[in-house]
């Protein structure tokens, strides 16, 4: 039972404000917590991946404002200043991002509506004097006046700034070169001069970026375009990843898991990105090595071959057919066998030191190989389709538990 259930009549009727505050702070945590969530939910732009930098600066200022609030009657000018700072702040990194004041007053206005349902919640089952809650929720309505006061104050500032805005009018030249379908040269040419990154490089190379990657923004070179705040970050370098270039990617990304796109003409730039993302999203998944700084050249026929996993599990069900009555001990054994005799032209001593067994089992499996495939094994183009199968069946087995597996691994 709650300490405000235990009063009498006489002494509910002297709650103060501050008194009420004090219950709600109890309250803070849980209010946070549903503030963000409906936000996220109202605002797409605000929703960003659990615990990603984004995400963790949007619960630190909640946390932060809701905070100063509830604090601002033991300490008005700390709680002032803080609540200041937090919306200041908020209100430059939107400038930053590029966004007009909207989202941000619209975030606002969700907040203020969960807090007063829940001082409303707080209030009926405290049985707190009405007046005690009029003058509660008058004064979260000034302080959110004041709060939107301070963040437009903070935008303004930011957009002062000239850096602030070339970052941002960069940020969007990034969008337009990766744009598909392709945006005229002209808007291009014309949002690169207006920004200072003139002439346009012949070629470029895109570095895709794990979404909770660190990055220190500061080492890297002024004319690297910029987009950290996606769903999917990215970074351009202009040219090809000459010796300084990777050595400002290290100091950059040391860190991060992120995958060096091929360097391709400016006008291809996007399918550098779109590569180097499908091979950030293999390391994820495992089938190859994660790490810092992936060279996406180093796995571009890996990608090839994995590029439709629903065909390779069509190819190997239609290649290993033949197979579908034997055992499963004996069907792993003999496309085992199958793999290594496809893919390396080996010779049975070759073929048996690989697989550590003695090469007349290898001529065993490979009789009953030809006994089972025919001679599909003799054909150049079956042969061919057989190896890109089970290579792209080994790799796709590399995909963590949990994934979907080959019907050739039953």
């Known amino acids: ?112 509506h969960v807090a007063w349902r829940r001082t409303v919640i707080v209030a009926e089952r405290e049985r707190i004097p009405t007046s005690v809650v009029a003058t509660t929720v008058d004064a979260m309505l000034v302080y959110l006046d004041e709060a939107v006061a301070q963040a437009r104050l903070g935008y303004q500032q930011a957009t002062c700034h000239a850096d602030v805005r070339r970052r941002e009018e960069r940020r969007r030249l990034l969008h337009l070169i990766l744009q598909r379908p392709a945006v005229v040269p002209e808007a291009i040419e014309d949002l690169a001069k207006s920004t200072g990154w003139w002439p346009l490089p012949a070629e470029a190379t895109l570095v895709a970026i794990h979404p909770e990657a660190p990055c220190t923004r500061s080492a890297l070179d002024a004319d690297v375009l910029i987009d950290f705040d996606s769903a999917e970050p990215c970074l351009l370098v202009p040219g090809p990843l000459t010796a300084e270039r990777q050595a400002m990617l290290h100091a950059a990304l040391a860190d991060a898991s992120c995958v060096l796109g091929l360097t391709l003409p400016l006008e291809r730039a996007t399918h ?45 069900r239609r290649h290993l057919e033949p197979l579908r009555d034997v055992s499963d001990g004996q069907r792993k054994r003999l496309v085992e066998t199958l793999a290594e005799s496809v893919t390396t032209r080996a010779t049975a001593v070759d073929i048996g030191e690989r697989l550590k067994i003695h090469p007349q089992t290898v001529r065993y499996r490979l009789r009953q190989l030809e006994s089972y495939l025919g001679d599909s094994l003799e054909d150049a183009d079956a042969r061919f389709s057989l190896d890109a199968t089970l290579r792209a069946a080994s790799l796709y087995r590399r995909r963590r538990p949990g994934r979907r597996s080959v019907p050739g691994d039953r």
């Open 1 to 112: 039972m709650s300490q405000a259930l235990e009063l009498s009549e006489h002494d509910r009727s002297q709650i103060t404000s501050a008194d009420f505050l004090g219950l709600l702070r109890a309250e803070l945590a849980d209010v946070a917590r549903e503030i963000v969530t409906e936000i996220k939910r109202a605002i797409p732009e605000y929703d960003r991946p659990e615990r990603s930098a984004y995400d963790q600066l949007l619960r630190h200022g909640i946390g932060l404002l809701l905070a100063s609030f509830a604090d601002r009657d033991a300490d008005p000018a700390a709680a002032t200043a803080q609540r200041d700072e937090t919306c200041r702040a908020f209100g430059h990194f939107e400038a930053v991002e590029g966004r007009t004041l909207d989202h941000l007053q619209a975030a606002t206005r969700i907040a203020f």
């Open 272 to 316: 550098s990105l779109r590569w180097a993302r499908r091979v950030l999203a293999l390391a994820e998944e495992g089938v190859i090595p994660d790490a810092s700084l992936i060279p996406c050249q180093n796995h571009l026929m890996t990608m090839w071959l994995l590029s439709d996993p629903p065909l390779i599990e069509e190819l190997t």
